[in-house]
């Protein structure tokens, strides 16, 4: 630490001495103890019984906390360091694990789907079980639909090497990629794909400009490697779900979001009715900025002061006084995780790119990563992931099994928290400049949302009904990226991003499939609680964390109705969310006008 808060994260709190720790090894060794522990309890023929099962639960839960602060750990040193072989040693390891859990878990399933209805009431009404009874049920429900527990668990265990093993591939792909960078003093960099990534939307156009052509050659350049890899993890997808009898590629995201797809449906049609008024805003800019239409580095070119350089501390501070004009036990918290080092935001080489918060649900921490170079992007990247810690933070108390959030809803978690923030910055600024960049600001999260998101489901959703067919070239996969974001983006872009598949690393994540419409769902569902908060004043923040307690218990249809009174499977509730936007972009046009006129 300089003369500030640490940008470096403090792992060695959870396991001593990163990937050579002896004590992770040592919890890597616990944690399959007690899976073949719970492993040998379903064995048991007479395993059925109410404390039987609930003997089990608390075991399984023992292992899930234990389990997920491993994947947390590994996932942090490979994020820190690329390079590191030790830890891509360990993310084996803890995928085995993971793997043999599943299988496990596919086992104690089935027995929940064994029960009968008599048996199962008389079940959940045991006080041990009482408070998880929804995840019980949600694990029963499931179970039905899904192989044999015997097919699931080889599938499971399959996977660790061939679906797994592709999305680990892509990382090595990552840390291999190198970007020539030429600063403006005319030092000749090489920069890691985190650091060049913030390249693209620097303030001067010259430097965007030649970023983004530097990032599409080096993308272009490893396509072929990628497009192999994101096959071969679609085609695992894709074959799982046969013998599953599944037929939508949705379905299994659809469940993973608790969330119906009448919901999904009514969010798209309210974004794609409202991007009109998004369309203005592009227009404009392309003014602004003295082009026909923007090219994808302009997108998120800042315009007005937000192309100032703001320093990590002044961003920290920044981020916890407006947190504070919300909830006090919001910008405590986000106080102490930039003190004790929670957050990795160093500039350097070897990280990979983006930015992501982990929960260490054991240690009831959690931590932040993130390449900070001064942007205002940057300061709304730390306000989101704080949002995601402080989601967690409230959590911590419950059991295990009801810790387990769909992404949809962390998402609402860390918006509310980049709404906070943009919205206090907008109404204390004093200079129109400043005024002018906070706003944009908040603008580029509408259009990351409506539009670069729904890019990247369009292409997602093609991609997969052209993957039934076979394998999909490079050259292909660039043609149906080029087509999402121009029908994404309403025609508005000059340049677009074709290699924007190969390069994003979303595309790759075996956990969690179709890691886009979450973003949006969490985007518009926060904005619809930050008016609710607005309208109620600070009495609103007690009914905010019993609403976050409740994420990983009900569906998100449930969770609407009993925190906000609303129906999300109607477009009503969608259409109000996506009209805010409308206001901003008015207002941008506004203030571009008396500064700048209306040429």
């Known amino acids: 630490m300089q003369n500030g808060f640490p940008q470096t994260w403090d792992l060695d709190v959870f ?12 919890e890597l060794k616990g944690i399959g103890e007690n899976i073949d522990k719970l492993d040998a309890a379903l064995s048991k023929k007479a395993g059925t019984g109410s404390q039987e099962i609930a003997a089990m639960t608390e075991l399984l839960q023992s292992v899930l906390l234990r389990l997920r602060e491993s994947e947390s750990f590994v996932s942090c040193l490979l994020a820190q360091n690329v390079k590191d072989s030790a830890a891509s040693s360990l993310n084996d390891r803890v995928k085995t694990l993971a793997a043999k859990f599943l299988g496990v878990l596919t086992r104690f399933d089935n027995t929940l789907r064994g029960l009968n209805d008599e048996a199962w009431t008389k079940l959940i009404e045991n006080e041990k079980l009482t408070e998880v009874a929804f995840n019980l049920a949600e694990r029963r429900e499931l179970a039905k639909l899904k192989m044999a527990p015997e097919l699931e668990a080889l599938a499971g265990d399959l996977a660790v090497d061939g679906y797994h093993g592709w999305g680990d591939y892509y990382n090595l792909i990552v840390s291999r990629a190198k970007f020539n960078d030429v600063g403006k003093d005319g030092e000749k960099k090489i920069l890691s794909a985190g650091q060049m990534q913030n390249r693209l939307s620097d303030g001067d156009r010259a430097v965007r400009q030649a970023a983004f052509a530097e990032w599409e050659r080096e993308w272009s350049e490893q396509a072929d490697l990628c497009a192999e890899t994101l096959n071969r993890i679609s085609g695992f997808r894709l074959k799982l779900y046969e013998k599953r009898g599944w037929e939508s590629v949705l379905q299994e ?11 999904l449906q009514a969010m798209w049609t309210a974004i794609q009715d409202g991007k009109q008024e998004l369309v203005r805003y592009l227009e404009r800019k392309a003014k602004l900025l003295g082009v026909e239409k923007l090219d994808w580095h302009d997108v998120e070119a800042p315009i007005g002061s937000a192309a100032r350089t703001i320093p990590y501390d002044e961003a920290a501070a920044f981020i916890v006084d407006q947190f504070r004009t919300f909830s006090p036990e919001l910008a405590d918290f986000s106080e102490m995780a930039f003190k004790d080092g929670w957050i990795e935001a160093e500039d350097r080489a070897g990280k990979r790119p983006g930015g992501f918060c982990t929960s260490f649900p054991k240690s009831g921490q959690t931590r932040i990563f993130m390449t900070y170079s001064g942007t205002a992007s940057n300061i709304s990247t730390l306000a989101h992931e704080l949002g995601h810690a402080y ?11 009801s810790q387990e959030y769909a ?16 919205d206090c910055a907008m109404k204390v600024a004093v200079d129109p400049e400043e005024k002018l960049g906070l706003l944009e600001d908040k603008i580029q999260r509408s259009v990351a949302f409506f539009m670069n998101i729904h890019a990247r489901f369009l292409f997602e959703t093609r991609f997969y009904e052209r993957r039934r067919e076979g394998l999909v070239s490079a050259g292909e996969l660039n043609s149906l990226m080029e087509a999402a974001q121009r029908e994404a983006y309403c025609d508005m872009l000059g340049e677009v991003h074709p290699n924007f598949w190969a390069a994003k690393l979303h595309f790759y994540l075996t956990d969690v499939p179709f890691y886009n419409f979450p973003y949006t769902f969490g985007y518009l569902f926060s904005a619809g609680i930050y008016a609710r908060s607005l309208k109620e004043g600070a009495d609103f923040k007690e009914r905010y964390v019993s609403l976050l307690r409740d994420t990983g218990r009900m569906s998100v249809e449930q969770l609407a109705k009993e925190h906000l009174g609303v129906n999300v499977e109607e477009i009503d509730f969608w259409r109000d969310a996506v009209a805010l936007t409308a206001v901003d972009v008015e207002q941008f046009i506004e203030m571009t006008n008396e500064l700048y006129g209306k040429n």
Request: aromatic share 6%.
């Open 407 to 422: 992404m949809n809803v962390a998402e609402t978690a860390s918006t509310f928290a980049e709404l906070i923030v943009s």
């Open 15 to 26: 396991y001593d001495g990163g990937s050579s720790s002896a004590a992770f090894s040592q």
């Open 253 to 263: 995201p659809l469940q993973m979001n608790r969330m119906s797809e009448a919901t």
């Open 391 to 401: 989601h967690q933070h409230v959590m911590n108390d419950l059991p295990a099994l």
